[in-house]
């Protein structure tokens, strides 16, 4: 998994267990696509101070990942509805109706 990707699926799992300013900096990072100088004049912090922040903030995410595997059972969870939606594609009968719409409602939801 690209690594920005990955960052952005741990901050929407556990985003809001950050600081406030862990927060601000990484949705610049993340969302906003900000480069660690832009961060660093919007917050007047060193770009350093920036990198360290990311750095420190990735850490927390991904030991919360470790306990918790959130993130992992959310990935197993939309496969499997894929496979399910994928078996079932080109089948037809009134169970088999029923179990695709069951996996469409599944990965709408994830």
Known sequence: MEKIVELGLLYDFYGELLTARQKEILESFILDD???SEIGELYSVSRQGVHDMIRRSSATLKGYEEKLKLVEKFMSIKEKAAQIDSLLRNRQGEDIDKVK???????QEL
Not at 101 to 107: F, T
């Open 34 to 36: 900000l480069s660690l």
């Open 101 to 107: 719409e069951i996996s469409k409602e599944i990965l």
